[in-house]
T-cell receptor, first 112, second 117 residues
Framework: SQQGEEDPQALSIQEGENATMNCSYK?????LQWYRQNSGRGLVHLIL?????REKHSGRLRVTLDTSKKSSSLLITASRAADTASYFC????????????FGTGTRLQVFP | SAVISQKPSRDICQRGTSLTIQCQVD?????MFWYRQQPGQSLTLIAT?????????ESGFVIDKFPISRPNLTFSTLTVSNMSPEDSSIYLC??????????????FGPGTRLTVL
């Protein structure tokens, strides 16, 4: 299977703490995208990082990409209870293909 | 980004029946996709909905079970046919928006939560 792996599977933290989630994948990629899903609802697109980028920021989110290790991390700083959700990474394997391969997801619980 | 709506948002169906899920986008898009998310699992691509031609199905998914229509660039339907409890899942449509020369972002609808009794 080409599905990515995410760790941890579940993460519980207190408000104000930082949360780090990791994603590993198996094939060469064109880009990697992170999504959030609240309580089994639709996915919200958080950030896209291209294969030639190493780090990207968006508000309290920081994403890194290490193509040599085929891994990415998502850091949420100063977490809030509203950040409680499942987080998925998804890879776009090649230029010219539009298929996304999703990771297994990390369930984040932020306690107030 | 694109604004995507799905109908119905949820349904409870009897075994052996069929359900058609609609996906509407607020702008014309070339690529539309249908995903399935089984309980507690990640997303799996069912098929790519092609405008004006038959959908392209992923391994493990067939047209007889999941017929798809794409009559124009803003609308698609997915039918889950002859349902069984194993079809209980969230079904999501997504669209692709081109961001640069060689990369695109995908945006997802709110999903349809299907329970089959």
């Amino acid at each position: 299977s080409q599905q990515g792996e995410e760790d941890p599977q579940a993460l519980s933290i207190q408000e104000g703490e930082n949360a780090t989630m990791n994603c590993s994948y198996k094939t060469s990629i064109n880009n990697l995208q992170w999504y959030r899903q609240n309580s089994g609802r639709g996915l919200v697109h958080l950030i896209l990082i291209r294969s030639n980028e190493r780090e990207k920021h968006s508000g309290r989110l920081r994403v890194t990409l290490d193509t040599s290790k085929k891994s990415s991390s998502l850091l949420i700083t100063a977490s809030r209870a509203a950040d409680t959700a499942s987080y998925f990474c998804a890879t776009a394997p090649w230029v010219g293909t539009d298929k996304l391969i999703f990771g297994t997801g990390t369930r984040l619980q932020v306690f107030p | 980004s694109a604004v995507i709506s799905q109908k119905p948002s949820r349904d409870i169906c009897q075994r052996g029946t069929s359900l058609t899920i609609q996906c509407q986008v607020d702008s014309q898009v070339t690529m539309m996709f249908w995903y399935r998310q089984q309980p507690g699992q990640s997303l799996t691509l069912i098929a790519t909905a092609n405008q004006g031609s038959e959908a392209t199905y992923e391994s493990g998914f067939v047209i007889d079970k999941f017929p798809i229509s794409r009559p124009n660039l803003t609308f698609s339907t997915l039918t889950v046919s002859n349902m069984s409890p194993e079809d209980s899942s969230i079904y999501l449509c997504s669209v692709e928006v081109q961001r640069g020369y060689s990369y695109n972002e995908q945006f997802f609808g709110p999903g349809t939560r299907l329970t089959v009794l």
